[in-house]
């Protein structure tokens, strides 16, 4: 049971141009969503997070938007760079039932040409 | 920059022996987590801790699993008696608070990779 889909298992995108990155989930109890960046041989990293109450959240040239009608979100990276080259998981949590467990995607793999 | 560590890196075992991760979550977090990625699957949650107990755990975390913490800075997750299926990338993560309050981003640990043999 996919709660969390990201369906692009791997995007190109040339350096300093946008990429976006697409999440979308099922469960509409999720109330709060973050995107993580991994590395190979790491742990994911936390990059931003977005509470359900908002609808975009910017963090230097990183943004993240929600839009809860269509239960959709997307990070947004501007410019892109080299080291953005990672994989990109998208997680979200339905806090209000007192839940602690972050419900994962299967991750985007983001590939930056030079 | 203080970070999640988890030891060992690599761990091997056989089929039926008892193995026993181990991290340090960051000291000043309160909230400690348990995840498994099995090799070309997503990361999934197993437990979290809080105040000496486990806070929410999910249906991968039967009875095989057991979680301690057993002085001030570490974390531990131990499967009493390994399976093929127990193979894979397990991370400790850990945050200031939970739920949805402010500082409740979880900081993972890099990992430790279980193979059972």
């Known amino acids: 049971d996919q709660q969390v889909k990201q369906n692009s298992p791997s995007l190109s995108v040339q350096e300093g141009r946008i990429s976006i990155l697409n999440c979308d989930y099922t469960n509409s109890m999720f109330d709060y969503f973050l995107w993580y960046k991994k590395y190979p041989a790491e742990g994911p990293t936390f990059l931003i997070s977005i509470s359900s109450i908002k609808d975009k959240n910017e963090d230097g040239r990183f943004t993240v938007f929600l839009n809860k009608s269509a239960k959709h979100l997307s990070l947004h990276i501007v410019p892109s760079q080299p080291g953005d080259s990672a994989v990109y998981f998208c997680?979200?949590?339905?806090?209000?039932?007192?839940?602690?467990?972050?419900?994962f995607g299967k991750g985007t793999h983001l590939i930056i040409q030079p | 920059e203080p970070e999640v560590t988890q030891t060992p890196s690599h761990q091997v075992t056989q089929m039926g022996q008892e193995v026993i991760l181990r991290c340090v979550p960051i000291?000043?977090?309160?909230?400690f987590y348990w995840y498994r990625q099995i090799l070309g699957q997503k990361v999934e949650f197993l437990v979290s801790f809080y105040n000496n107990e486990i806070s929410e755990k999910s249906e991968i975390f039967d009875d095989q699993f057991s979680v301690e913490r057993p002085d001030g800075s570490n974390f531990t997750l131990k499967i009493r008696s390994t399976k093929l299926e127990d193979s894979a990338m397990y991370f400790c993560?850990?945050?200031?608070?939970?739920?949805?309050?402010?500082?409740?981003?979880?900081?993972f640990g890099p990992g430790t990779r279980l193979t059972v043999l």
């Open positions: 000291s000043n977090h309160l909230y």
């Open positions: 997680a979200a949590i339905y806090s209000g039932g007192g839940a602690d467990g972050l419900t």
């Open positions: 993560a850990s945050s200031v608070r939970g739920g949805n309050l402010k500082d409740n981003e979880q900081f």
